[in-house]
């Protein structure tokens, strides 16, 4: 079950970056984020990232901390895939 929202990634000395996409998570607990819209980081912008916010269009909002996060990009998505390490959980 993906939420939908915005996810909001803190820069260290630069401006915070925030773009749309889905938050999901499977059964072995694995969560990660998928930006659908720009703006989304870059792999150079994630060398400096220090927090992640993702507000859902409904629900409580959820913060979590880029060094407990895998930065991914592929041609075939739109945006970035933000994997967060397993002890973060929905």
Known sequence: MAL???MTVDIKQGK???GRGTL???NSGQVWFDYSAKNYPTSIDWKK????TFTPDVGKV????AS????FFN???VGPRLVLKRA???
């Open 62 to 65: 959820k913060t979590y901390s």
């Open 4 to 6: 939908s929202g915005t």
């Open 49 to 52: 990232a220090t927090n992640l």
């Open 88 to 90: 973060n959980r929905v």
């Open 16 to 18: 915070s970056i925030t």
């Open 75 to 77: 041609g075939g998505w």
């Open 24 to 26: 999901d998570w499977d």
């Open 68 to 71: 407990e996060t895998e930065y």
